[in-house]
T-cell receptor
């Protein structure tokens, strides 16, 4: 069964350093996402990406964050200057399709999550 | 104002019983609703999704949606100890992003 993969599984970095988290979405999926989960808290949306551009982002996704699809398979999240509060599990997800809007709102189809990267900023 | 609310639990049920997990959401325009299972230290695993009012069954799982009441639930029949996990309700409130609740911890005792 196809699955989303992520590397590394655990990344330790010092405050102020740049980190790149990598993801390989499911091969026929076209929509890609990053979420994060701080320990003991809920899963939070960061950004969605389609057709080589950001389609939606949250308030968390500020200028320190960027995403890229450098080739046909990888999807990356870069944090330019890490802060202590960036310590969290980062999950990549992908979705095959996105529904047409109904009553002004799109139907979001199933998003499948990767195993996550635990980022520890010291 | 919390967008997606769940009781944090734990919800304790004996093996073989029905577990009932509930979720309410605040955005009346939400169109898509998902249940994920998350084991401790692992990623969310999609187990059910529902887009229309009513019930949707898949094996031991039934998702129920009532848009008028802004309520979605998950029933797990014949609960097993391996079902012990945190169940996350997620709602699509915009174009693509999912908004998650804090999750309900389910404990199934043998």
């Amino acid at each position: 069964e196809p699955e989303v993969t992520q590397t590394p599984s655990h990344q330790v970095t010092q405050m102020g350093q740049e980190v790149i988290l990598r993801c390989v979405p499911i091969s026929n999926h076209l929509y890609f996402y990053w979420y994060r989960q701080i320990l003991g808290q809920k899963v939070e949306f960061l950004v969605s990406f389609y057709n080589n551009e950001i389609s939606e982002k949250s308030e968390i996704f500020d200028d320190q964050f960027s995403v890229e699809r450098p080739d046909g398979s990888n999807f990356t999240l870069k944090i330019r200057s890490t802060k202590l509060e960036d310590s969290a599990m980062y999950f990549c997800a992908s979705s095959e399709r996105q529904g047409a809007k109904k009553g002004g709102r799109a139907i979001s189809y199933e998003q499948y999550f990767g195993p996550g990267t635990r980022l520890t900023v010291t | 104002q919390k967008e997606v609310e769940q009781n944090s639990g734990p919800l304790s049920v004996p093996e073989g019983a029905i577990a009932s997990l509930n979720c309410t959401y605040s955005d009346r325009g939400s169109q898509s609703f998902f249940w994920y299972r998350q084991y401790s230290g692992k990623s969310p695993e999609l187990i059910m999704f529902i887009y229309s009012n009513g019930d949707k069954e898949d094996g031991r799982f039934t998702a129920q949606l009532n848009k008028a009441s802004q309520y979605v639930s998950l029933l797990i029949r014949d609960s097993q100890p391996s079902d012990s996990a945190t169940y996350l309700c997620a709602v699509n409130t915009g174009f693509q992003k999912l908004v998650f609740g804090t999750g309900t911890r389910l404990l199934v005792s043998p």
